[in-house]
């Protein structure tokens, strides 16, 4: 399998998802289970039902993440010497060319985007437009709307 990047936050948000899972979520399943059972006939045992998805539910998920956690490359933007280039990790405050407006983007991996968090994925149109450039230049992203340019103010990594 291929290395999948992640920073450190991200890293640290899904190793507590895990840990969450595993000692609150699967304990809570298993005695919703046993509850389940001790009412009698499981046949008609809509809360057993119910308890078994949940149950599959939690483990389909803490494989998942454990799956991410081994697969995943973990890079810390402060340790990054990429001199003032756009790269995986680093924040880039924009100019959008057209309207004036400021926002300032962090690039991270599938798993911690979150636009509204001024996180966006390294898969985005606008972090592949961004991969590469330094402060000063002008990137065209090619959104939905027909193409975007946006001035790159300033590159940090923290």
Known sequence: MTKTPLTVKGAEKLGAELHHLKTVERPRAIAAIAEARSHGDLSENAEYDAAKE?????????????????NAQIIDPKLLAADGRCVFGATI????????????????????A?????KISINSPIARALIGKFAGDIA??????????????AVRYE
């Open 54 to 70: 949940r149950q599959g539910f939690v483990e389909g998920r803490i494989q998942e993440v454990e799956g991410k956690l081994a």
């Open 93 to 112: 405050d924009l100019d959008d060319q057209e309207s004036g407006a400021r926002v300032s983007y962090q690039i991270v991996g599938e798993d911690e």
């Open 114 to 118: 979150d636009i509204k968090g001024g």
């Open 140 to 153: 065209e992203v090619q959104a939905p709307g027909g193409v975007r340019e946006y001035e790159i103010i």
